[in-house]
């Protein structure tokens, strides 16, 4: 596609549920970040994805959040047993490959009950 | 491992000069900036690489001391458009993080 795209671009639902997101990157762009901006705030590093592997996971807040990439394009952060304080936008963004610009997509606005 | 930024905030007249400083405490590949609008995603800048030259965009210019672990970005002429928070993007030497800087709100008035 021409940019980077996010679905879906807002979720409301109840403390406790699972969420699903989905990052679809430029075609070609082998580095996949995903990040988390609460309300006012900067830009929180979650994971990063070279190709299908995701050489560190330490950036993930807790163990209920988890990511994964399939066929070097699409991916998906989950979010099991949602908290309060998971409500934030989270950002995609891809690259040609590690080190090059960030093209970010339009987010998805989280918001758990 | 977050960078820090400084001004935190900064408030121009249109025409006037700006920079804005990001220092990091890990030893760093690459130094990237960023500029996000008020509801909208972040759009990159400048990319400047360790070894590499100074960039420029326009009147949008870097300057990237790998020594230091510092980088700062010049505003010159400010405009109107310039509005928004600056963040920088580091990159470590170890990679496979990226962490973006504490940002910089700037907002250019008439």
């Known amino acids: 596609g021409a940019g980077v795209s996010q679905s879906p671009s807002n979720k409301v639902t109840e403390k406790g549920k699972d969420v699903e997101l989905r990052c679809d990157p430029i075609s070609g762009h082998t580095a996949l970040y995903w990040y988390r901006q609460s309300l006012g705030q900067g830009l929180e590093f979650l994971i990063y994805?070279?190709?299908?592997?995701?050489?560190?996971k330490s950036g993930l807040p807790s163990d209920r959040f988890s990511a994964e990439r399939t066929g070097g394009s699409v991916s998906t952060l989950t979010i099991q047993r949602t908290q309060q304080e998971d409500s934030a936008v989270y950002l995609c963004?891809?690259?040609?490959?590690?080190?090059?610009?960030?093209?970010f997509g339009d987010g998805t606005r989280l918001s758990i009950l | 491992q977050q960078p820090v930024q400084s001004p935190q905030a900064v408030i121009l007249r249109e025409g006037e000069d700006a920079v804005i400083n990001c220092s990091s405490s890990k030893a760093l590949y690459s130094v990237h900036w960023y500029r996000q609008k008020h509801g909208e995603a972040p759009v990159f800048l400048m990319i400047?690489?360790?070894?590499?030259e100074q960039m420029r965009h326009e009147k949008i210019s870097a300057s990237f001391n790998e020594k230091k672990q510092q980088s700062s970005l010049y505003l010159t002429a400010s405009q109107l458009s310039y509005s928004g928070t600056y963040f920088c993007?580091?990159?470590?030497?170890?990679?496979?993080?990226?962490?973006f800087g504490t940002g910089t709100s700037l907002t250019v008035i008439p």
């Open positions: 400047l690489l360790k070894g590499g």
């Open positions: 994805f070279q190709g299908n592997s995701a050489p560190d």
């Open positions: 993007g580091t990159e470590a030497n170890t990679g496979n993080q990226f962490y």
């Open positions: 963004a891809s690259s040609l490959s590690q080190g090059q610009p960030q093209h």
